[in-house]
């Protein structure tokens, strides 16, 4: 079969705006829902106790937590148990780190597909986050559990706990996208963010109240963004017992937004390499 190479069209496309690619996300939605349910499955299956693992990690951290900061340190907790605090902090910090770790792999581990099929390669991290938002569900299930253990029921508050999630995804998802960029560059760029994240972790008032930080200080403290999302996921899940730092949480939004617009405009900048370094 004899090709006129005349008919084939070339087009070339500057850098497109992220108003564009979310454009193209929609249209590849398909190919969105594929790669989310393919990492579902890959996630749980073959595993020894399968969603456990999602129940395991913050159950475990929390015990540790509670026995370091809330026995041995004696930290304030206020008037809800100390293990019911760390939960409500360790739902969204596993949440942010799950997405981060996920999205910053997810170019590698889907090199095969980068280099040979064309599509918005914004598509593999953002199906990252699915995969993160069930094990957020079945984590949830074990935080109502030990709610209602204590008596701690959230009030009408809790209906802003996805705006809150919404946070932690741009923020999570935004850096992801960072990392995700520069991870194809620079393979040994991931063997940083385990350590970085265990550093973030005792830096966010994950296994204390962000309470306990002097007032000179709070501000400052809350330019990590994870500090309003984590001050609010309390706020949200144990109502006025857990106190919550409102410029904080305004200035965890504002970075959020930031984040997550410069992390896909570098994304988009060096999307066109991807299939050639990969």
Same mark, same amino acid.
């Given at each position: ?29 398909? @190919? ?12 749980? +299956? ?6 456990? =693992? ?36 360790? @739902?969204? =910090? ?18 095969? @597909?980068?280099? +040979? ?144 617009? @410069?992390?896909? +405009? ?13």
């Amino acid at each position: 079969m004899k090709i006129n190479t005349s008919d084939i069209k070339i087009t070339i496309r500057p850098d497109a705006p992220a108003g564009s690619v979310l454009k193209d996300v929609w249209e590849f939605r398909h @190919l969105f829902y594929f790669l989310a349910w393919r990492d579902i499955l890959v996630r749980y +299956k073959q595993t020894l106790v399968g969603v456990a =693992w999602s129940v395991i990690k913050p159950l475990s951290t929390m015990v540790v937590f509670t026995i370091v900061f809330g026995k041995l340190a004696d930290l304030p907790s206020g008037q809800v148990p100390y293990g019911v605090m760390v939960m409500a902090a360790l @739902l969204p =910090w596993q949440f942010f780190t799950n997405i981060l770790s996920s999205t910053g792999n997810s170019l590698v581990s889907n090199a095969s @597909l980068v280099s +040979k099929v064309y599509f918005p390669r914004v598509i593999i991290p953002m199906a990252a986050v699915v995969v993160a938002l069930v094990d957020f569900l079945i984590a949830f299930a074990l935080l109502v559990g030990m709610m209602s253990v204590y008596g701690v029921w959230p009030g009408l508050t809790i209906l802003l706990l996805p705006g809150f999630m919404a946070i932690a995804v741009l923020t999570s998802l935004g850096t992801g996208l960072f990392v995700a960029a520069l991870n194809v560059k620079y393979r040994d760029f991931m063997h940083l963010m385990p350590f970085i994240l265990q550093f973030g972790l005792y830096l966010s008032p994950v296994g204390y109240a962000s309470s306990i930080v002097p007032d000179g200080w709070r501000f400052i403290y809350s330019l990590n963004p994870m500090v309003g999302v984590i001050d609010g996921f309390r706020w949200v899940l144990l109502g006025e017992k857990a106190l919550v730092y409102w410029p904080g949480v305004f200035m965890s939004l504002l970075l959020s937004v930031v984040i997550f617009i @410069l992390g896909l +405009k570098f994304f988009i900048q060096n999307e066109r390499e991807f299939a050639d370094i990969i």
